[in-house]
């Protein structure tokens, strides 16, 4: 007999049957009373017509928006409860980070949120730089600026399409992909990458655009405007668009602020918060552009938000295109940024800079500590990093938007209808990659 | 006019065979019109402009597994496809094309089809019942509702056209729009609100989009078909077509004056020899088919088109808008009739 067959699994290894147990005890069904009655218990039954059902939709539902999990308690149509279970994409991001340098994890932040990853490279870099202190010389600050915003665009699309195909209109989300394609080949110009660009450095970044990416940015945005336009001619006025959008999983401003919601959800509420207006970062103090805000709270009034903040995004980038001064993209900083590959393949100096930086990394002062967000296209993105003066953070913690909008979803859930369950899933944009970490 | 009963058999393989492949060739047009909505290619690998892709698809379905979920009912389980595409069939049967030319030329066609389309809707619910699934449950229930909310409307407004042509013979039906030169007697023209009654009613039997409820894939997987797989899942895919098929020839054969050529009466005076000729009769076959291509059509657009009804929004229309504008509709016909007949 071996000392395996002694071990009561139940209790320690057995994760996955207790913590369905506590959704479902949550849930106040009658799994839970099942269970309850397995043991023996006396189960009082307040639903004695049994017209109660328990459905799990996700974490591979389609309509879930990659693996969210609800376990809803259905009376025929209506929701009368439901409880989320996320953690099916946990990668342990912000462990991960502490055993690897500030650059190497700047790469891990494109799987947080992979619809906007270039935002989560640059909030990345801003939090270490803040914390390093470095100065990034304007011409890099300004094509961030620039790629952030054709980021949120890209994520606002693929929100639109999907929104509206979980309202059952399917072409609607093919018309925003043709979009997308285009952003992602200027994302594949400027970066080298189409989904996970990893081009933002500590310091600056890693390649200036050139004149082929600068003429697919300028065209996109001449064109995008227009075909923004026509969308909102198919959308603003159509009947059944609107009627399965307004009045659905209405927030009020205290609500969505109570429960934590960020981005879009907030400003479709009344909420007027916006990081790029009060904490100003990059350079968003010098060019002009308007934060849309809505009162009602439903999900039309975020369809509206994200519809306004697409063509705010147009024009922060004719505006970036037009300020963008010519000048070096890394900082001249030998010891807090890479060196260029010119300096490293022909002067020792730099071939030396490069080996430090990639093997010992920056090393912010010791005790530095440093909270950073910006505004990514889900909403407040931040980073709070802690140093213990060597090259990778002692702690980082990511606030994650995704993760504090999915907090809403539970209360608006109750009461609302089965067919609208998988649009307001979509209504608030969850990305799991970024809520799980 | 009896036809012998071996030209009835004839004519009802004809008619079935005509519906397999139309369905085939509406798959096909389905994909390809949707890819050109959409600024896709659509099907083009499979024979020249991917004209095979539905015979590629047949082929496909024929060879998968026949999956019954556990503790499922499997007689029933397999009973609902069968039930489904009996119907459509079935339904196929009334259909006039030309003078003479239908497999079941009755007296009572008009209840006949009621009857018929209001069987159809046990498919999907014992489909959905039997399944032994929750979405495939709620996919049933929901149909069950969305049915008994449209058949009410959709019979008043069919009784509409019925009080105008004084028969329920389709046959007959077709041949009292005959006048104003076989275009303004049209019911479109002398009931209109009947026919919009009529065609949104038919997008709900047919549960196409924006009624797609039971099927709504997005929040219901695959509503009553979840569980399907093989031939039978092939079965309710081809009943969705040969359905809506069979409901753009009734809206043409009620509403759009079934096989009768617009300006016929002008062409048979210009060509006297017409009359009664296979060549009038081939024509008019034609005339039928192109009409309800046109609405085979509508009924793709719209559902590349519209976003989905919700359920409860689905029942207010049903209910409070299209139940109340169908009585009243039927009520100023019958009074309408009524006076005419008195002067």
């Known amino acids: 007999m071996s000392i395996i067959d002694n071990f009561d699994f139940k209790d320690t290894l057995q994760f996955w049957p207790r913590h369905n147990e506590a959704l479902y005890k949550r849930l106040e069904s009658k799994h839970a009373w099942l269970e309850e009655r397995r043991r023996g218990d006396r189960v009082q039954l307040d639903d004695p017509l049994d017209s109660e059902m328990v459905l799990n ?360 209808a089965m067919g609208d369950m998988v649009l307001l899933i979509g209504s608030i944009d969850p990305v799991l990659g970024e809520a799980d970490k | 006019m009896a036809l012998h009963w071996y030209w009835s058999v004839l004519l009802a393989f004809t008619v079935v065979m005509f519906f397999l492949s139309s369905a085939a060739i509406l798959v096909y047009a389905e994909r390809k019109v949707s890819a050109a909505m959409q600024n896709r290619l659509g099907p083009n690998r499979v024979g020249p402009l991917g004209l095979f892709q539905p015979v590629a698809d047949v082929l496909k379905l024929l060879l998968k597994e026949n999956i019954v979920p556990y503790l499922a009912n499997p007689f029933v389980h397999s009973l609902a496809p069968f039930i489904m595409i009996v119907i459509a069939f079935s339904a196929a049967a009334l259909i006039p094309f030309a003078p003479g030319v239908v497999v079941a030329d009755l007296d009572v066609g008009v209840l006949v089809l009621l009857a018929l389309t209001s069987i159809s809707v046990y498919g999907i619910t014992l489909a959905g019942w039997s399944s032994n699934n929750k979405y495939s449950l709620l996919g049933g229930l929901r149909s069950a509702a969305q049915m008994i909310s449209y058949e009410l409307s959709m019979g008043l407004a069919v009784i509409s056209v019925v009080l105008i042509a004084g028969s329920f013979n389709l046959m007959d039906i077709v041949e009292d729009q005959a006048g104003g030169m076989s275009f303004l007697g049209w019911n479109l023209f002398r009931n209109p609100i009947g026919a919009i009654l009529f065609i949104v009613a038919a997008f709900a039997e047919c549960n196409r989009t924006p009624f797609d409820l039971p099927e709504a894939e997005q929040e219901l997987v695959g509503g009553f078909h979840t569980e399907y797989s093989g031939m039978k899942f092939g079965m309710f895919f081809l009943a969705e077509y040969i359905n809506f098929f069979v409901a753009s020839f009734i809206i043409v054969t009620l509403f759009f004056g079934g096989y009768l050529i617009p300006f016929q009466t002008l062409l048979i005076s210009a060509v006297p020899s017409l009359d009664g000729s296979l060549l009038l009769g081939a024509m008019q076959i034609g005339t039928v088919i192109l009409k309800a291509a046109f609405f085979a059509y509508l009924f793709i657009w719209v559902r590349w088109t519209l976003p989905r009804f919700k359920y409860n929004q689905l029942m207010t229309l049903g209910w409070k808008y299209l139940l109340p504008i169908s009585l009243v509709n039927a009520i100023v016909i019958a009074l309408g009739i009524a006076i005419f007949r008195m002067f």
């Not at chain 1, 994302?187 to 989904?195: H, Q, S, Y």
């Not at chain 1, 430090?356 to 010791?366: F, L, Q, S």
């Open chain 1, 57 to 416: 939709i996700g974490p591979q539902h389609p309509a879930t928006h990659g693996v969210l999990r609800c376990a809803v308690k259905l009376d025929g149509e209506t929701i009368k409860k439901c409880v989320l279970d996320i953690g099916y994409l946990h990668r342990g991001l912000e462990k991960l980070a502490e055993s690897k340098t500030y650059q190497e994890f700047m790469p891990y932040t494109d799987r947080l949120d992979y619809l906007c990853p270039y935002s989560n490279n640059v909030g990345w870099c801003l939090a270490v730089e803040k914390l390093a202190g470095i100065e990034v010389p304007d011409r890099a600050q300004w094509i961030r600026m620039l790629m952030s915003e054709l980021s949120r665009i890209s994520s606002h699309l693929l929100w639109l399409g999907v929104a509206l195909m979980d309202a059952g209109a399917v072409s609607l989300f093919l018309w925003t992909f043709q979009y997308r394609e285009d952003l992602y080949n200027i994302f594949d110009e400027v970066a080298g990458a189409r989904l996970t660009v990893s081009h933002s450095r500590i310091g600056g970044l890693a390649s200036d655009i050139s004149d082929t990416g600068l003429a697919l940015i300028r065209d996109f945005a001449g064109t995008f405007p227009a075909v923004i336009a026509g969308w909102e001619k198919l959308l603003n006025r159509n009947r059944i668009w609107i009627d399965r959008a307004a009045g659905v999983g209405v927030l009020t401003s205290e609500e969505v602020v109570e429960l934590g919601m960020a981005g879009s959800n907030l400003r479709a509420s009344g909420v007027a918060y916006d990081i790029r207006r009060f904490e100003p970062y990059l350079k968003y103090d010098e060019v002009d552009f308007i934060i849309p805000i809505r009162e009602e709270g439903d999900v039309l009034a975020r369809y509206f938000v994200r519809m306004d903040e697409m063509k705010e995004s147009v024009k922060i980038i004719t505006q970036c295109l037009e300020f963008m001064p010519e000048g070096p993209i890394r900082a001249d900083d030998a010891k807090r940024s890479y060196p260029s590959k010119n300096d490293v393949y022909y002067s020792m100096e730099g071939l030396i800079h490069d080996f430090m930086y990639t093997d010992a990394g920056i090393c912010p002062p010791k005790g530095a500590e440093v909270y950073h967000a910006v505004e990514a296209a889900k909403g407040e993105l931040g980073f709070y990093l802690q140093s213990d003066g060597t090259g990778s953070p002692y702690r980082v913690s990511i606030k994650a938007p995704s993760f504090s909008s999915i907090q809403g979803l539970e209360y608006m859930m109750e009461g609302a």
